[in-house]
């Protein structure tokens, strides 16, 4: 317990590692998820997801003032607020979280998995689409809440090693919560849906 352990392998650091992740997990996220992902090494994709959150939630004040909290001060600074708490404190604890009530699905589906560590990370990097959720055009942030579902499952299948199937039902919960719900996915969904006379 009083040894550190430097964890081996993940994705580069930086800035320009940041950019390739982003890019990587986009284009080929098989390779990134075997080869980005290392047992005990979540700063990365924390860092990472709140990346992601920063652009998304601060485009979002941009686009909508309504959906800057009302702290009593100058406008520009309750956003920048706004965004700090969503990307410093709310992040983090949702992504670990959502990594827990994964961990949970995961116990049952594959007895065989990687650590949370590894779920963490898997669960943060699938959110790059997510990067658009903030603009407010409702297909948009559809598409990117469902291609966020697919890197979850493809992470999932990678990193834990079970089938297409089992990592669908252990991503089922965190991803609906996390895409669909955190970013905005399902009523922008039903925005859609509204304006092509369907019913959700």
Known sequence: M???????????RGLEGLAKSFTQVLLNPVT??????????????????????????????AVDPGAVLAFPTARWLAAALTVALVVLLVTPAAIHALSAL?????VVV???????????????YAAAPCVVAGLGVPAVTVLAGV???????????VVHDISPVR??????????LAFGSGFGAIPAGRTVAASLGLAL
């Open 2 to 12: 009083t040894t550190w352990v430097e964890p081996e392998g993940g994705r580069e």
């Open 32 to 61: 990134f998820f075997d080869e980005a992902v290392s047992p005990g090494d979540q700063a990365p994709g924390l860092v990472f997801a709140m990346a992601v959150v920063l652009v998304a939630a601060g485009t979002r004040v």
């Open 102 to 106: 994964q961990t949970l699905a995961l």
């Open 110 to 124: 594959a007895p065989s998995r990687g650590g949370v560590s590894e779920t963490v990370q898997v669960l943060a």
């Open 147 to 157: 291609w966020s579902f697919g890197l979850l499952v493809v992470g999932t299948t």
């Open 167 to 176: 990592a669908a039902v252990a991503a089922v919960a965190p991803g609906v």
